[in-house]
Nanobody
């Protein structure tokens, strides 16, 4: 079993900053892509940023220059540093990861996993 646990959400005023963390745990062999998504009220979940295990990163145009994704491969952790937050950034932020893990019986299994989400609320 692989679990992703997010933390760092909260309530902040416009212009403020938050740092989200997401750690993968379990019988992990390798973590490949790690990404952040968000879902705002009444909207579909959207991709925000991603980080590959070779160091490449990419993010949504509307957050470029304000959000930075980074990761610590030794800790199987991905971060999302969010600055200059705007009310439209409000939503539940979800971590997603492509993980190769090993079952108790021995075989490897590749899967895509989601965290439970962390609420980010930006007041105007």
């Amino acid at each position: 079993q692989v679990q992703l646990v997010e933390s760092g959400g909260g309530l902040v005023q416009a212009g403020g900053s938050l740092r989200l963390s997401c750690t993968a745990s379990g019988r992990i062999v390798r973590v490949d892509n790690m990404a952040w998504y968000r879902q705002s009220p009444g909207k579909q979940r959207e991709w925000v940023a991603e980080s590959t295990n070779d160091g490449s990163t990419n993010c949504l145009d509307s957050v470029k220059g304000r959000f930075t994704i980074s990761r610590d491969n030794a800790k199987n952790t991905v971060y999302l540093q969010m600055t200059d937050l705007k009310p439209e950034d409000t939503g539940v932020y979800y971590c997603n990861a492509d993980v190769l893990s090993i079952l108790d019986s021995g075989p490897f299994v590749a899967g895509k996993y989601w965290g439970q989400g962390t609420q980010v609320t930006v007041s105007s």
